[in-house]
């Protein structure tokens, strides 16, 4: 699975985003579709997943009430609309695919990477 995120910029605090995660290559729809972020110094953190198996999301408590994530009906684009960003939102995310079903926060049980869009947040 080859996976290409997009949809990242700059916006101000209280705006939205919508990311998207084109996917290719093998079947997308049999991946669990989660997204992660890193800020610059800090670790890499989980922030949504959707699972392929029944469309049950999970979020970080961060950004929960705040972000959704979803996929298309051909399963081959996920996307994470972003609303009510906070200046701690801004770092570069980046959309995985994971072969698990379930609530997949571990970025060591997904497979394959997209190669990450950077959100900036101004306050």
């Known amino acids: 699975v080859q996976l290409q995120a997009s949809g990242g910029g700059l916006v101000q605090a209280g705006g939205s985003l919508r990311l998207s995660c084109a996917a290719s290559?093998?079947?997308?729809?049999?991946?669990?579709a989660g997204w992660f972020r890193q800020a610059p110094g800090k670790e890499r953190e989980f922030v949504a997943a959707?699972?392929?198996?029944?469309?049950?999301?999970t979020y970080a408590n961060s950004v929960k009430g705040r972000f959704t994530t979803s996929r298309d009906n051909a399963k081959i684009t996920a996307f994470l609309q972003m609303d009510n960003l906070k200046p701690e939102d801004t770092a570069v995310y980046y959309c995985a695919a994971s072969p698990f079903a379930g609530a997949i926060v571990d970025g060591y049980r997904y497979d394959y990477w997209g190669q990450g869009t950077q959100v900036t947040v101004s306050s």
């Open positions: 959707i699972n392929y198996r029944d469309g049950r999301r």
């Open positions: 290559g093998r079947a997308f729809s049999v991946y669990t």
